[in-house]
């Protein structure tokens, strides 16, 4: 039975937040400080994560860039002295 001064189930289904701006108008003031707050820490974590990533990236990038431009520049100079070998080779056994 329904004692007075008790609300039946249908009648608090009706009072009920309905919708997003209604059910974030009855969370107290403090909850909603904290949600924001936690969703912009979780934001700025995720941005100094990405930030780290892209900049061990960048770093590794660079010193893999710097040991392939040493090996060419090595392999350019071997090449230039087997060039200079080869020709002064060439000039001692040259016919007259």
Known sequence: MHRPGTKSDSLKE????????????AISKPAR????????????????IIA???????????????????EEKQKAA???QHKQQWQSSQRRYTRI
Not at 14 to 25: D, L, T, V
């Open 14 to 25: 009706i009072q009920s937040p309905h919708g997003i701006k209604n059910r974030w108008e």
């Open 33 to 48: 400080i904290g949600i924001v707050a936690s969703a912009a820490s979780v934001v700025a974590i995720a941005a100094c």
């Open 52 to 70: 780290f990533c892209c900049i061990k990236q960048r770093r590794a990038g660079r010193k893999e860039f710097a040991a392939y431009e040493a």
């Open 78 to 80: 071997d090449l230039a």
